[in-house]
């Protein structure tokens, strides 16, 4: 069964960094495209940062120059590195990826479970 795992959130203060990470496990033939994003209270989830296979970026306009995006192949894993946090930055970041599994046949689309970034001015 494949899943996705976050770990990294907690507390900043503004003009602060931190950095999130997010590793797939279970049984990966290959994976396409991984992303990270956000849903800030009373707001819907949006698209901060997303990585293909090849490495190629998009960026959420908010975000450019201070987030980066990054991924380890080998270890299946995509990295957030977040620099000079505001405090509209708070939200639940939830980690995608399109996996295909060893034994599917078609790309799923899966979530991880979201990790809390709060920052405080």
């Known amino acids: 069964q494949v899943q996705l795992v976050e770990s990294g959130g907690g507390l900043a203060q503004a003009g602060g960094s931190l950095r999130l990470s997010c590793a797939a496990s279970?049984?990966?033939?290959?994976?396409?495209?991984m992303g990270w994003y956000r849903q800030a209270p009373g707001k819907q989830r949006e698209l901060v940062a997303v990585i293909t296979s090849g490495g190629s970026t998009n960026y959420a306009d908010s975000v450019k120059g201070r987030f980066t995006i990054s991924r380890d192949n080998p270890k299946n894993t995509v990295y957030l590195q977040m620099n000079s946090l505001k405090p509209e930055d708070t939200a639940v970041y939830y980690c995608?990826?399109?996996?295909?599994?060893?034994?599917?046949?078609?790309?799923?689309?899966?979530w991880g479970q979201g990790t809390q970034v709060t920052v405080s001015s």
């Open positions: 279970g049984i990966i033939f290959s994976i396409n495209t």
């Open positions: 995608n990826a399109y996996i295909r599994g060893l034994y599917e046949s078609r790309w799923l689309s899966y």
